[in-house]
């Protein structure tokens, strides 16, 4: 009993700290910028493709990372052009990125909806950690990730990002193109939700075109669980709570599934949750201001 509970800790951890990547980019789109970008739905498969294909074609796994973010980034930056250039509204320019990188995404696999790299040398099996756990590899991974996003945000492009979601008008008092800073935000957004792709293929051993469905909405219920639960541990940043969320998400749909829920109803739970959550959230919000 003992070993089942700690492999369902573990796995949780795994997926928590690796879709924890995930939200930490929607973070940036969400909470910052107030922008819902449909976007991360493909280029979360992206960065798994991208992946896939490089460690089929034996490039070394840390590369095939490093390829997917900039990748991601660069499904990002076009997003951000659809929307500030075309003036395509912000929900329409993420569903067009997303549905361009479903073919795209296949192309990039072969025209292949599923493609194993089962023997192929991974993050997990080579190099200086081939000897470490998965946990912890993907724990250092995110770490990594958290404090360069932290530092980030204290630079001034950062400062000015944040300014954007806040306050437009400090940003063109500034004499800053408030477009240009919305479509770096949008970069690392999709840079981030590639990267967390091109790790679970690596984890999972395997590329699937339809990994990205519902990528938004488990980035989403995230941010807003860490936020919504945590939001009383003032000197906690907004980026740990993120990934506490992420956490806390994946231990909802762990646990259910451990007590036999059918995996067909998974998509019907993860709604739920992040109904939940935004209903929890609003409720937060209006004690809060009745208390105030």
């Not at 294909?53 to 796994?61: D, E, K, S, T, Y």
């Not at 860490?226 to 709570?241: A, E, N």
Request: with cysteine; charged share 10%.
């Amino acid at each position: 009993m003992i070993e089942i509970l700690l492999s369902l800790l573990i796995g949780v951890l795994e997926q928590g700290f690796i879709y924890g990547i995930l939200a930490l980019g929607i973070y940036i789109t969400y909470s910052i910028l107030d922008f819902p970008d449909l976007s991360v739905d493909g280029t979360f498969p992206l960065g798994a493709a991208m992946t896939a294909m490089l460690i089929f074609h034996g490039v070394n796994p840390w590369l095939a990372i490093l390829a997917s973010f900039l990748t991601g980034c660069f499904a990002g930056f076009l997003t951000g052009i659809f929307h500030v250039v075309f003036k395509i509204k912000d929900l329409l320019a993420g569903i067009i990125t997303m549905t361009g990188l479903y073919s795209i995404n296949l192309m990039i696999a072969g025209g292949k909806a599923i493609l194993p790299i089962t023997n192929a040398n991974t993050i997990f099996n080579s190099g200086i950690f081939q000897n470490f756990s998965a946990l912890l590899i993907i724990f250092i991974c995110i770490v990594v990730i958290k404090l360069l996003l932290d530092w980030y945000f204290k630079t001034q492009s950062g400062i000015l990002l944040r300014a954007v979601g806040d306050n437009h008008a400090v940003v063109t008092m500034l004499a800053k193109d408030q477009g240009k800073v919305k479509i770096l935000g949008l970069m690392l957004c999709n840079g981030l939700a590639a990267t967390a792709g091109s790790i679970l293929c690596q984890q999972q051993r395997n590329f699937d075109v339809n990994s990205g469905t519902g990528m938004l909405v488990m980035g989403l219920a995230s941010v807003i669980i860490g936020v919504s639960i945590l939001s009383f541990m003032s000197f906690l940043k907004g980026t740990t709570m993120v990934i506490f969320g992420s956490i806390i998400y994946k231990t909802c749909l762990a646990v259910a599934l451990y007590f036999n829920f059918n995996p067909n109803n998974l998509k019907l739970l993860m709604a739920s949750i992040f109904l939940i959550a935004l209903v929890s959230k609003d409720l937060l919000r209006k004690g809060g201001s009745k208390n105030a």
